[in-house]
């Protein structure tokens, strides 16, 4: 069964850090692109951040540009998002997703798999 799970969200304070983790399981990720979304009450799933599958090639939300990084580790299956500087209006839920693909997209309906999402609030 594939998995992935979302850890590291929370609450923090403006300007404060978090470091989600995305672990997966049931297959081999390695040849996969990753990506981070969130969603917040009332609004649509966006992208955050993405990453190929070899690393060579991300891509960040203008929003979160300079403030977030996407890495990953494909020996341990896991993808990271490390938020800094974080801003009230990052609070949502930030999901994990996989794309059978090496190459990213920017779209949630190109990626087969999703975790179930890990809350992260911001106060100001």
């Known amino acids: 069964q594939v998995q992935l799970v979302e850890s590291g969200g929370g609450l923090v304070q403006a300007g404060g850090s978090l470091r989600l983790s995305c672990a997966a399981s049931?297959?081999?990720?390695?040849?996969?692109?990753m990506g981070w979304f969130r969603q917040a009450p009332g609004k649509e799933r966006d992208v955050v951040a993405a990453i190929s599958w070899s690393a060579v090639s991300t891509y960040y939300a203008d929003s979160v540009k300079g403030r977030f990084t996407i890495s990953r580790d494909n020996a341990e299956n896991t993808v990271y998002l490390q938020m800094n500087s974080l801003k009230p209006e990052d609070t949502a839920v930030y999901y994990c997703a996989a794309r059978k693909s090496p190459a990213y997209s920017v779209n949630s309906y190109s990626y087969d798999y999703w975790g179930q999402g890990t809350q992260v609030t911001v106060s100001s």
């Open positions: 049931g297959r081999t990720f390695s040849n996969d692109a």
